[in-house]
């Protein structure tokens, strides 16, 4: 784990003017340091060797006043800096990973944990406070302030200087080899982490079902051992931290002494003076505490910095190529030749589609659950890229299109629409986020939606029947206008009244545009100028309705 990723400053441009204020705030704390110790030196020394009193130091008193002043403010304005900085570089990192997931799009995604990402983009980016309000901070310290103590004793106390220039790196040394395996148990720690929360954003989705089954208590004990497990990765790796520390504070605290004894035995035989034996024995624990605080805030930065590992290799994912072009054409919808092939299935998910979809046509995809109908409604979108093959739009393939241009000319509906809190017209408005109240209600009307259309709609569209959040689809697919409409299964798991209002509905939409459908019942084969069969990824069947 490096103490300061590059990708860091190339991801998150606020940590470049956070580290530049540090090493100005460094170099000020190492200059007040060598000041303040200066100052004290030379007073003790006129108090007991020349017997000065307090208005011959009153000038000397000031400024150490001053020193300690400054120090303060310098401490405040280091937390200030800390802190806004975190704020700023969490907030381009969500930023970043978020826009990222979009581009990388659903394709990617589906074979992800989203029970991971969610702790990695929270609770994971959340652990950096400790990164830039305690350990970088010392880290700038740890470079800035042995180098001037050392440059400042050179040529005041020589053998001082060596010894402490010899003794320094031990501490570096065993803060590298307690970080190898505080890195390796943090990691463990994470993961067990994000293991949980995947687990248990399972468990919460699917309660209904485990309580229908007599599951929920299982779930629950496995819960239980993975949150025990994580305790005990946790308890282990602040046990760690605890000894480690003790092991810092103990070389620091031995080399001190070898500086001590030789400052002290040579004051003794008349080979140092007072002034410089004062100096050294300041200035000493200075130069090592900046190191021994690295060692103290690194257990703090790490759970941090493996979070922010695992979101640099989330932003290394290569996105899909994107089209540029924006106009996008009339005419044919034209598959060629289209295979798709997933990295855990053994056969492809659609061979060698050949399909032409004309404009204001009705096509309906039937055939057996996996036989890529699915999959090849995902093409048409642009969230899966065909292996082989090509899909074009009137004369231009799809794959130099703009995604966005071509999704502003597509509206889906498929089988369970997502649906977030707020209103029913809120969730209408979805795609068209600043369509008229009088266009919303227009379009609920034509979905059969504007009985329920100012109702409260709880997470996931709770609230809601499945018939009534369908119907809610459909509104949106009313109020986009789009002239290409994609729908997977909009009657599945609904009872004969909503599929019947379900039906009237997409028969209403359907009008003028270019449907592609996904159906199982009989009931929406009726809506279809055509009925293309697939079995195994392959069109077998294409026949009139």
Sequence with gaps: MKPLDPRLIRYAGATRWYLTVCVILGLAVAGLIVAQATLLAGGITAIFLHGAGVSALRGALIALGGVVVARAVLAWAQEVAAHRAAAAVKTQLRERLLGHLVRLGP??????????????????????????????????????????????????????????????????????????????????????????????????????????????????????????????????????????????????????????VAVGLRLVEGRLDLRTALLVLILAPEAYLPLRMVGTHFHASTEGLAAAEQVFSVLEE?????????????????????????????????????????????????GPSGCGKSTLLNVLLGF????????????????????????????WMSQRPYLFPGTVADNIRLGCPDAPSE???????AALASD???????????????????????????????PVVLLDEPTANLDGESEAAVLEGVRRLAR??????????????????????MEAGRVVEEVPA
């Excluded at 990295?343 to 009705?362: K, M, Q």
Aim: no cysteine; net charge positive; aromatic share 4%.
């Design 439 to 445: 266009a919303v209600r227009s379009a609920a009307e």
């Design 452 to 482: 329920f259309l100012d109702a409260g709609v709880g997470e996931g569209g709770a609230g809601l029947s499945a018939g009534q959040r369908q119907r809610v689809a459909l509104a949106r697919a009313f109020l986009s206008n789009a």
């Design 107 to 260: 394709g990617w995604l589906t074979g992800q944990r989203r029970g991971e990402l969610t702790t990695l983009a929270t609770r994971g980016v959340d652990a950096l406070d400790g990164y830039f309000a305690r350990y970088l901070p010392q880290l700038v310290l740890a470079a800035v302030v042995p180098a001037i103590v050392l440059a400042w004793l050179l040529p005041v106390d020589l053998l001082a200087t060596v010894t402490i220039a010899v003794t320094l790196p031990l501490i570096p040394i065993f803060l590298a080899l307690v970080g190898i395996t505080t890195e390796a148990r943090n990691r463990r720690s994470f993961r067990m982490l994000t293991r949980l929360a995947h687990h248990f954003l399972d468990v919460i989705a699917g309660l209904p079902t485990l309580k229908v089954f007599g599951r929920a208590k299982a779930q629950a004990e496995t819960i239980r051992r993975v949150s025990n497990e994580h305790r005990r990765a946790t308890m282990r790796t602040l046990r760690l931290a605890f000894l480690s520390s003790l092991v810092l504070e103990l070389i620091a605290t031995i080399s001190v002494a070898l500086v001590a």
């Design 318 to 366: 290569e996105p899909p190529p994107r089209g540029t072009r924006t106009d996008v054409p009339s005419g044919p919808i034209v598959v060629s030749g289209v295979t798709v092939r997933y990295p855990d299935r053994a056969v492809p998910a659609v061979d060698g589609v050949d399909l032409t979809i004309a404009p204001g046509e009705v096509v309906a995809l039937t």
């Design 384 to 411: 899966v890229l065909p292996d082989a093959g090509r899909v074009a739009v009137g004369s231009v393939d799809l794959s130099v299109l703009d995604p966005d241009a071509w999704r502003r000319h597509v509206v």
């Design 512 to 533: 003028g545009r270019t449907v592609v459908l996904v159906a199982h019942r009989p009931a929406l084969l009726t809506l279809a100028d055509r009925v293309v069969r």
